[in-house]
């Protein structure tokens, strides 16, 4: 694998958990600790930490620059938990449902172009283990009633879209 997909890779990994962590903190800033799924949304939130805290290091260990984005992204991904979590818990839910259904989509993709190169194991393993653990925070949406949104297909068309956007870009900027 030629080290700019690489870089880029692991620059949209990092940028995407990092915005993860700011959806939350936007959804339990207005659901506070007593929210029908506070306890839910705090529990992935400490994931997502993880998660970015490990991209940030992989970041650092390679020398690859952060999105130039960033402060974009942590002031849509607080916007979009907040107003998400304002419109019900269930459309927190949706949010979440959305987001990972297009991370899962994400690093798939990923693993898949890994594999066709027999490069970076240990990138491929801790990619794997975060798709697996998105998954659960999609499925465990799902059970906590994101269909049941208002406007459920429209909200959460829409914020796949921009997670599709936000890939594309923060893999370049």
């Not at 949209?12 to 949304?41: C, K, N, W």
Request: a negative charge; glycine letters at 8%; aromatic letters at 6%.
């Amino acid at each position: 694998m030629e080290r700019d997909e690489l870089h880029r890779m692991i620059r949209v990994d990092q940028a995407g958990e990092f915005g993860a962590t700011r959806i939350y903190e936007g959804q339990l800033a207005v659901m506070g600790d007593r929210g029908p799924h506070s306890a839910e949304i705090r529990h992935m939130a400490e994931q997502e930490e993880g998660h970015r805290a490990r991209f940030d290091a992989e970041l650092a260990k390679r020398g690859v620059r952060p999105t130039a984005l960033h402060p974009f992204w942590s002031a849509a991904g607080y916007a979009l938990g907040a107003g998400t979590a304002l419109l019900g818990p269930e459309a927190a839910m949706a949010c979440t449902a959305a987001v990972e259904t297009e991370i899962d989509k994400h690093y798939s993709d990923q693993l898949d172009r890994l594999a066709e190169t027999d490069s970076e194991p240990e990138l491929a393993e801790m990619i794997e283990e975060f798709r697996e653990e998105e998954r659960e925070h999609r499925e465990a949406a799902l059970a906590n009633g994101a269909e049941n949104a208002p406007a459920y297909p429209i909200l959460s068309g829409a914020i796949r879209l921009g997670c599709r956007i936000a890939i594309k870009v923060s893999e370049r900027v």
